[in-house]
C-alpha cells in the first residue's frame, strides 16, 4: 500500500541474478506488470496460500502464519496464478518481505501444475528486516498461466512471513481483447419449438440483405431467405442482420443455418427440446445441498460427495454455528441449506429468492393452465425423498426451508424473531475445495430486516404449498414466517453492511420496502388477513410497475417483483380492481421487456440502465423472462410467449460471444464455472459443473482479476470468460439456477401444448378459438381467448360463445365484448384484428361465478 512506501524504501535491496546483462532490467520494466494487486490494497484477492498457513492484510502486506515442522519448501505457500509466461522474455520480479525467523524461502515462477517447470528459481534468505529482492530472468520456456510461488515451508519453527510490493514486469504488452466466436451465424444451439418463433443473429460487415438456407442434417436445404440488416448492435458493437425462419416446422436434428458460406453450430427443432433442461436445472440444488451426502446412485459417480460441514474434520460443522465475535452468544443449529454458490457460504437473503423460484417452479402448475406438474413430481427428480407422496420439486425447497427457518433468532433473546443475514467461513477459502474439506470456523453474522423478510415471504409461500402435504410443516412455516414479519416491522432499518464481505459475500441492501411488500403479499395470500392486505396495498411500490419490476430485473436485492407475480396468478380475496392493479404492473412490465427483445439484435429481453451488464446479468435476463412468462399465462398474448423464448435463444448461444451460458447444452457451452468442487480446470480428477448449471453471463463492471486482465475494454455483452477464477463473470448460484428451472418448466410445457394438446386450430380448420381458463378463485375468474390460424388468416374478427353456468363477465382486454343473457360477443379492438397465416391472437377478461363455472362449449368465430 502506499502509506508503507517509507517502510518499503528503507528496505535493503537485495539484487538477485547478478549476471543478468545490463539493460535487461529496463526492457523488463517496459513490458507489463502481470502481478495483480501486489500491493494488497485490495485486500488478498487474487493470492492463494496453503490451507496450513493461513494470510490476511495486516498493514497493508500480505501475513502467513506458518506453522512449525513442514518438511518441504512447498508445503507452506503464498501466490498467485495466472501469468503468462512468455519464452525468449525477460522479466522482473521484485517484492519486499519479512519473517519473524530468519528463513530461506523459494522463489519460484513456475508451472501452477505438474510437472511444476520452473521458469525461475531462487532460495531468498528473509529476515526480521524489510528486504527488497530483485531478480531479473529470461524465460527459456513459456506458460499461459504460470504462477509465482513463495515457497515458504520447511521450517523447525513457527514463524510469521509478510510480503509486500510484489511486481512482475516483462513480456509483450497483452493483446487486445479478441475472444474466439466462432461462426458469425448465431443460434439457439439446443433448438426452437416447432411452432415457436424461429430467430438468428449473423455478424458481418456486409450492409445489404444475404441470403440465408437451413439445411438439414443430412445437407438438403430445406428453406431459404434474406437477412434484415440491423446495424450496430450497441451490446457487442458489431454490425450485424438478423434472420427468421419461424414458418419452418417440420421437426429433426442437426439443422444449420448457412450465411455468405458460414455455418451455424447445429440445432433441433422439435416440442421436446427443454424436458432434461427442467430436470438438470433442477438437480443443481441437490448436488449443492449442504448436510448430506451426494449420493452416486442419484447423481453417479463423479458427482458424488461425503456430506460437507456435518462435524467431521477439518469442517467445523453447521450444527452449533456461533456468531461472529460480539454479535451475539447463542449457537444455532443451521445445519443443512443449499450452498450458495461456487464458495460455501449459506445467506438468507439470496437463499430465500432461491427457495422462492423453486417453490413457484410447483406453484406455477397449480395457477397456470398446461403447466404440467408431473415432470416434477413424486419419483420424477433425482432427490432422495422419492416416493414419500410430496412433489419432488418441495422435498428440494424444503431442504432450503428448514436452514432458512434455522436462522431467526431464537424466542427469548433480543432480537427473536428476525434473522441471521448469513452463516459463512471466517476466511476465504481457495479453490478447489470440497465442503466436507474446508476446515474454516463457521460464524453467524448479524440480523438483518432484509434476510428476515425473506423468511417471513418464503415461510408463508411454504405456509400454502405444503398444506396438503404435511400440515405441521406449513403451520411451522406460517409461524416463523408471522413472527419474522413482526419483528421486521419493529426493526425496519437493520441493513447488512457492505463491507462484511470476508470469507462470503456481502449481499447488502439499502432498501428493503421491496422486501417488505414481497413478505406482506405472500402473508396475505396465505393467511387472507386483511392486515396483511393492507401493507400490500398502502406500500409505496403498488401499482408502481417499474420500482416492482425493474427495467434491469428482479435480484435478491429487488424481490417486490415475486410478491406481485404471486398476487397476480394466486386464487385470493382481491377485488377485481384490486387483481387489475397487480396484473396490469405485471402486462406492463411484461411489455416493456418485450419491447426490449423486439429490438435487441440477439432477442434479450434485457436493456440495464447505461446498457450495463451487471453481476449475474444471465440471472436478470431470466426474471424479465419470469414475468414475460406470467404476462403470457395472464393474457395469452404470444408477444410475450415469443420474447420469452429468443430470451432462451440468447443464453443458449444466440449471442455475441456465440456462447451457451448452460454446462451440457450447446455445443459451446460454459464449462469452468467458478465452484469449489465442480473445479475440473483446476483439478482434472474433479468434475466441471453438473448439466444444467447456468453461469452468472457478462458483467461489464470487470469485478474480479480475471476479468480485469483478460477483458479489458469489452463491449457489455462480451464481458465473460469461461475461466474458473472470473468469478464475477462465471460463478454459479442457487438464485441464477431457480429462475432457469422456472423458465425450463415454462419452455418444455409450451412444447408439450405445441406437440397436440393446446390451443390451435385442429386439422382441417383453418382460423379456430379456444377459450381457456388461466386462473380461478372463489367467485371469480380469469378468462382467456386465442384465435390461431393455419392455412388462412383473418382481418378483423367477432367471436361468440354460451356460458354454461350462468358466468357474468366483468371486463376484457385486448377485445371489446357484451353480454347479453348468458351469450357472449367480443370483437378485436383497432389494434388486433389481423391474424396472420400461422400467427395467433389473444384477449383475456375476468367475469363472475358461482355454483360451477364450466367452460363453453364451443367459442364460435362469426365474423
Ligand atoms: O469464491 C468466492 C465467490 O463465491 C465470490 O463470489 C467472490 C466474490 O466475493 O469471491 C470468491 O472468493 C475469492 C475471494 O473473494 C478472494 N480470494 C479468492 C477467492 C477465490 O477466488
Ligand atoms: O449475486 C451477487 C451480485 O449481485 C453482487 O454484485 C456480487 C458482489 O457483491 O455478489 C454476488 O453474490 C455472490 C456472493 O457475494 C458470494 N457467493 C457467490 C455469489 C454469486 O457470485
Given at each position: 500500500?502506499?502509506?508503507h512506501i517509507?517502510?518499503?524504501?528503507?528496505?535493503?535491496?537485495?539484487?538477485?541474478?547478478?549476471?543478468?546483462?545490463?539493460?535487461?532490467?529496463a526492457a523488463a520494466?517496459e513490458g507489463?506488470?502481470l502481478i495483480?494487486n501486489?500491493d494488497f490494497a485490495?485486500?488478498t484477492d487474487?493470492w492463494?496460500?496453503?490451507?496450513?498457513?493461513p494470510?490476511?492484510?495486516?498493514?497493508g502486506?500480505?501475513?502467513?502464519?506458518?506453522p512449525?515442522g513442514?518438511a518441504?519448501?512447498?508445503?507452506a505457500?503464498?501466490g498467485?496464478?495466472?501469468?503468462p509466461?512468455e519464452?525468449?522474455?525477460?522479466?522482473?520480479?521484485?517484492?519486499?518481505?519479512?519473517?519473524?525467523?530468519?528463513v530461506?524461502?523459494?522463489?519460484?515462477?513456475?508451472q501452477?501444475?505438474e510437472?511444476?517447470a520452473?521458469f525461475?528459481?531462487?532460495?531468498?534468505?528473509?529476515t526480521?528486516?524489510a528486504?527488497?529482492f530483485e531478480?531479473?530472468?529470461t524465460?527459456?520456456?513459456?506458460?499461459e498461466a504460470a504462477?509465482?510461488?513463495?515457497?515458504i515451508g520447511g521450517?523447525?519453527?513457527a514463524?510469521?512471513?509478510?510480503?509486500d510490493?510484489?511486481?512482475l514486469?516483462g513480456?509483450?504488452e497483452?493483446?487486445p481483447y479478441?475472444?474466439?466466436?466462432?461462426s458469425p451465424v448465431?443460434?439457439?444451439q439446443v433448438g426452437?419449438l416447432?411452432e415457436?418463433?424461429k430467430n438468428?443473429?449473423?455478424v458481418?460487415?456486409a450492409t445489404?440483405p444475404l441470403?440465408?438456407t437451413?439445411n438439414?442434417?443430412?445437407?438438403?436445404e430445406k428453406?431459404?431467405?434474406?437477412t434484415v440488416p440491423?446495424g450496430t448492435?450497441?451490446?457487442?458493437?458489431e454490425?450485424?442482420?438478423t434472420?427468421?425462419f419461424g414458418?419452418?416446422?417440420?421437426?429433426?436434428?442437426?439443422?444449420?443455418?448457412?450465411?455468405?458460406g458460414q455455418t451455424?453450430?447445429p440445432?433441433?427443432?422439435?416440442?421436446?427440446?427443454y424436458?432434461?433442461?427442467?430436470t438438470?436445472a433442477l438437480?443443481?440444488?441437490?448436488h449443492?445441498?449442504?448436510g448430506?451426502?451426494?449420493?452416486?446412485?442419484?447423481?453417479?459417480e463423479?458427482?458424488?460427495?461425503?456430506?460437507?460441514?456435518?462435524n467431521?474434520?477439518?469442517n467445523q460443522g453447521?450444527d452449533d454455528v456461533p456468531c461472529?465475535?460480539?454479535?451475539?452468544?447463542?449457537?444455532?443449529d443451521?445445519?443443512?441449506?443449499?450452498y450458495?454458490?461456487?464458495?460455501h457460504?449459506?445467506y438468507?437473503?439470496?437463499?430465500?429468492?432461491a427457495?422462492?423460484?423453486?417453490?413457484?417452479?410447483?406453484e406455477r402448475?397449480?395457477t397456470?393452465?398446461g403447466?404440467?406438474?408431473?415432470?416434477?413430481?413424486?419419483?420424477?427428480?433425482a432427490v432422495?425423498?422419492?416416493g414419500?407422496?410430496?412433489p419432488d420439486v418441495?422435498?428440494?425447497?424444503r431442504?432450503q426451508?428448514e436452514?432458512?427457518?434455522?436462522?431467526q433468532?431464537?424466542?427469548g433473546?433480543?432480537?427473536?424473531g428476525m434473522a441471521?443475514?448469513?452463516?459463512h467461513?471466517?476466511q476465504?477459502?481457495?479453490l478447489?475445495?470440497?465442503?466436507?474439506?474446508?476446515?474454516?470456523p463457521r460464524e453467524?453474522?448479524?440480523?438483518?430486516t432484509a434476510?428476515t423478510?425473506?423468511?417471513?415471504?418464503?415461510g408463508?409461500?411454504?405456509a400454502?404449498?405444503?398444506?396438503?402435504?404435511?400440515?405441521e410443516?406449513a403451520?411451522?412455516?406460517?409461524?416463523?414466517a408471522r413472527?419474522?414479519y413482526?419483528?421486521a416491522?419493529?426493526?425496519?432499518d437493520m441493513?447488512?453492511d457492505p463491507?462484511d464481505?470476508?470469507?462470503?459475500?456481502a449481499?447488502?441492501?439499502?432498501?428493503?420496502?421491496d422486501?417488505?411488500y414481497?413478505?406482506?403479499?405472500e402473508?396475505?395470500?396465505?393467511?387472507g388477513?386483511?392486515?396483511?392486505?393492507?401493507?400490500?396495498?398502502?406500500?409505496?411500490?403498488?401499482g408502481?410497475a417499474?420500482a416492482v419490476?425493474?427495467?434491469?430485473?428482479?435480484?435478491?436485492g429487488a424481490?417486490?417483483?415475486?410478491?406481485?407475480?404471486?398476487?397476480a396468478?394466486?386464487d385470493?380475496g382481491?377485488?377485481?380492481?384490486?387483481?387489475?392493479v397487480?396484473?396490469g404492473?405485471?402486462t406492463?412490465?411484461?411489455d416493456?421487456?418485450?419491447a426490449d427483445a423486439a429490438?435487441?439484435?440477439?432477442?434479450?429481453?434485457y436493456a440495464?440502465?447505461?446498457?450495463?451488464?451487471v453481476?449475474?446479468?444471465?440471472?436478470q435476463?431470466?426474471?424479465?423472462?419470469v414475468?414475460l412468462a406470467?404476462?403470457?399465462?395472464?393474457?395469452?398474448e404470444s408477444?410475450?410467449?415469443?420474447?420469452?423464448?429468443?430470451g432462451?435463444d440468447y443464453?443458449?448461444?444466440?449471442?455475441p460471444?456465440?456462447?451457451s451460458?448452460?454446462?451440457g447444452?450447446?455445443?459451446?457451452d460454459?464449462?469452468?464455472?467458478?465452484?469449489r468442487?465442480?473445479?475440473?480446470?483446476?483439478?482434472p480428477?474433479?468434475?466441471?459443473p453438473a448439466?444444467?448449471?447456468?453461469a452468472?453471463?457478462?458483467?461489464?463492471q470487470?469485478?474480479d482479476p480475471v476479468?480485469?486482465?483478460?477483458?479489458q475494454?469489452?463491449?457489455?455483452?462480451?464481458?465473460y470468460?469461461d475461466?474458473?477464477?472470473?468469478?464475477?463473470t462465471?460463478?454459479?448460484?442457487?438464485?441464477?439456477?431457480?429462475?432457469?428451472?422456472?423458465i425450463?418448466?415454462?419452455?418444455?410445457?409450451l412444447?408439450?401444448?405445441d406437440?397436440?394438446?393446446?390451443?390451435?386450430?385442429?386439422p382441417g380448420?383453418?382460423c379456430?378459438a379456444?377459450?381457456?381458463v388461466?386462473n380461478?378463485w372463489?367467485?371469480?375468474?380469469?378468462g382467456?381467448v386465442t384465435?390461431?390460424c393455419?392455412?388462412a388468416s383473418?382481418?378483423?374478427?367477432?367471436v361468440?360463445?354460451?356460458?354454461?353456468?350462468g358466468?357474468?363477465m366483468?371486463?376484457a382486454?385486448n377485445?371489446?365484448c357484451?353480454?347479453?343473457?348468458?351469450?357472449?360477443?367480443?370483437?378485436n379492438?383497432p389494434y388486433?384484428?389481423?391474424?396472420?397465416?400461422?400467427?395467433?391472437?389473444s384477449?383475456?377478461?375476468?367475469?363472475g361465478?358461482?355454483?360451477?363455472?364450466g367452460a363453453?362449449?364451443e367459442v364460435?368465430l362469426?365474423?
Amino acid at each position: 500500500m502506499r502509506r508503507h512506501i517509507p517502510r518499503a524504501l528503507a528496505a535493503v535491496l537485495v539484487a538477485g541474478a547478478l549476471a543478468a546483462p545490463g539493460g535487461a532490467a529496463a526492457a523488463a520494466d517496459e513490458g507489463p506488470e502481470l502481478i495483480v494487486n501486489g500491493d494488497f490494497a485490495a485486500g488478498t484477492d487474487p493470492w492463494w496460500w496453503t490451507p496450513d498457513n493461513p494470510a490476511t492484510v495486516v498493514d497493508g502486506r500480505l501475513c502467513a502464519e506458518v506453522p512449525a515442522g513442514t518438511a518441504n519448501p512447498w508445503d507452506a505457500i503464498v501466490g498467485q496464478n495466472d501469468l503468462p509466461i512468455e519464452a525468449g522474455e525477460t522479466y522482473a520480479l521484485r517484492y519486499t518481505a519479512t519473517a519473524t525467523t530468519p528463513v530461506t524461502i523459494r522463489t519460484n515462477v513456475q508451472q501452477a501444475v505438474e510437472p511444476w517447470a520452473q521458469f525461475f528459481a531462487s532460495a531468498d534468505q528473509v529476515t526480521d528486516t524489510a528486504q527488497t529482492f530483485e531478480h531479473i530472468f529470461t524465460a527459456t520456456a513459456g506458460d499461459e498461466a504460470a504462477q509465482l510461488a513463495f515457497q515458504i515451508g520447511g521450517s523447525d519453527t513457527a514463524y510469521t512471513f509478510c510480503v509486500d510490493d510484489v511486481s512482475l514486469r516483462g513480456g509483450a504488452e497483452r493483446p487486445p481483447y479478441d475472444p474466439d466466436t466462432g461462426s458469425p451465424v448465431r443460434v439457439n444451439q439446443v433448438g426452437y419449438l416447432t411452432e415457436g418463433p424461429k430467430n438468428g443473429t449473423f455478424v458481418t460487415d456486409a450492409t445489404e440483405p444475404l441470403t440465408w438456407t437451413l439445411n438439414a442434417a443430412d445437407g438438403t436445404e430445406k428453406a431459404s431467405g434474406t437477412t434484415v440488416p440491423a446495424g450496430t448492435d450497441p451490446t457487442s458493437l458489431e454490425n450485424v442482420h438478423t434472420f427468421a425462419f419461424g414458418d419452418f416446422t417440420e421437426a429433426g436434428e442437426g439443422y444449420t443455418v448457412t450465411i455468405d458460406g458460414q455455418t451455424s453450430e447445429p440445432f433441433t427443432i422439435g416440442d421436446d427440446i427443454y424436458g432434461t433442461l427442467r430436470t438438470d436445472a433442477l438437480a443443481y440444488f441437490y448436488h449443492n445441498r449442504s448436510g448430506i451426502e451426494i449420493d452416486a446412485d442419484l447423481v453417479g459417480e463423479e458427482y458424488a460427495r461425503p456430506a460437507g460441514h456435518v462435524n467431521v474434520a477439518p469442517n467445523q460443522g453447521d450444527d452449533d454455528v456461533p456468531c461472529q465475535p460480539g454479535v451475539c452468544d447463542y449457537t444455532l443449529d443451521a445445519a443443512g441449506g443449499w450452498y450458495d454458490a461456487g464458495d460455501h457460504g449459506k445467506y438468507v437473503v439470496n437463499g430465500g429468492i432461491a427457495a422462492a423460484q423453486v417453490m413457484s417452479v410447483y406453484e406455477r402448475t397449480l395457477t397456470t393452465e398446461g403447466a404440467d406438474g408431473e415432470p416434477i413430481g413424486d419419483g420424477k427428480l433425482a432427490v432422495p425423498e422419492q416416493g414419500n407422496g410430496v412433489p419432488d420439486v418441495l422435498d428440494e425447497a424444503r431442504w432450503q426451508l428448514e436452514f432458512l427457518m434455522s436462522m431467526q433468532v431464537p424466542a427469548g433473546e433480543e432480537l427473536a424473531g428476525m434473522a441471521h443475514h448469513k452463516l459463512h467461513d471466517e476466511q476465504w477459502t481457495g479453490l478447489p475445495l470440497l465442503p466436507h474439506e474446508d476446515p474454516q470456523p463457521r460464524e453467524l453474522h448479524p440480523a438483518s430486516t432484509a434476510a428476515t423478510l425473506n423468511l417471513a415471504a418464503t415461510g408463508a409461500q411454504c405456509a400454502r404449498l405444503y398444506a396438503d402435504f404435511d400440515a405441521e410443516f406449513a403451520d411451522r412455516c406460517l409461524s416463523a414466517a408471522r413472527t419474522a414479519y413482526t419483528a421486521a416491522e419493529a426493526h425496519p432499518d437493520m441493513l447488512a453492511d457492505p463491507n462484511d464481505g470476508t470469507g462470503g459475500g456481502a449481499y447488502s441492501d439499502s432498501n428493503v420496502s421491496d422486501e417488505f411488500y414481497w413478505a406482506a403479499a405472500e402473508l396475505y395470500l396465505a393467511t387472507g388477513e386483511d392486515a396483511y392486505l393492507q401493507d400490500v396495498l398502502g406500500s409505496p411500490l403498488h401499482g408502481d410497475a417499474e420500482a416492482v419490476f425493474p427495467r434491469g430485473g428482479m435480484s435478491w436485492g429487488a424481490t417486490a417483483g415475486l410478491g406481485a407475480l404471486d398476487l397476480a396468478t394466486v386464487d385470493s380475496g382481491l377485488t377485481d380492481a384490486q387483481l387489475g392493479v397487480v396484473r396490469g404492473m405485471v402486462t406492463d412490465a411484461a411489455d416493456g421487456y418485450a419491447a426490449d427483445a423486439a429490438n435487441a439484435a440477439y432477442g434479450v429481453p434485457y436493456a440495464p440502465d447505461g446498457g450495463r451488464y451487471v453481476w449475474g446479468s444471465n440471472s436478470q435476463v431470466l426474471n424479465n423472462m419470469v414475468v414475460l412468462a406470467t404476462a403470457h399465462g395472464l393474457t395469452g398474448e404470444s408477444g410475450y410467449r415469443d420474447a420469452v423464448l429468443t430470451g432462451l435463444d440468447y443464453l443458449l448461444g444466440r449471442n455475441p460471444l456465440n456462447q451457451s451460458y448452460v454446462t451440457g447444452y450447446g455445443e459451446r457451452d460454459s464449462k469452468n464455472q467458478h465452484h469449489r468442487f465442480w473445479a475440473n480446470q483446476l483439478d482434472p480428477s474433479l468434475p466441471n459443473p453438473a448439466p444444467g448449471s447456468i453461469a452468472g453471463g457478462p458483467d461489464s463492471q470487470l469485478e474480479d482479476p480475471v476479468a480485469e486482465q483478460e477483458l479489458q475494454g469489452c463491449p457489455p455483452a462480451m464481458c465473460y470468460i469461461d475461466h474458473i477464477e472470473s468469478y464475477s463473470t462465471n460463478e454459479i448460484t442457487i438464485n441464477w439456477n431457480a429462475p432457469l428451472a422456472w423458465i425450463a418448466g415454462y419452455a418444455d410445457d409450451l412444447g408439450a401444448a405445441d406437440g397436440g394438446t393446446g390451443p390451435g386450430p385442429g386439422p382441417g380448420e383453418e382460423c379456430a378459438a379456444a377459450y381457456s381458463v388461466p386462473n380461478e378463485w372463489p367467485g371469480g375468474f380469469t378468462g382467456s381467448v386465442t384465435l390461431s390460424c393455419d392455412g388462412a388468416s383473418l382481418d378483423g374478427w367477432t367471436v361468440e360463445w354460451d356460458f354454461p353456468d350462468g358466468q357474468r363477465m366483468t371486463n376484457a382486454w385486448n377485445a371489446v365484448c357484451t353480454q347479453s343473457g348468458t351469450t357472449v360477443s367480443c370483437r378485436n379492438t383497432p389494434y388486433n384484428g389481423a391474424v396472420p397465416d400461422g400467427g395467433s391472437v389473444s384477449f383475456g377478461f375476468n367475469a363472475g361465478w358461482s355454483g360451477a363455472n364450466g367452460a363453453p362449449e364451443e367459442v364460435k368465430l362469426v365474423g
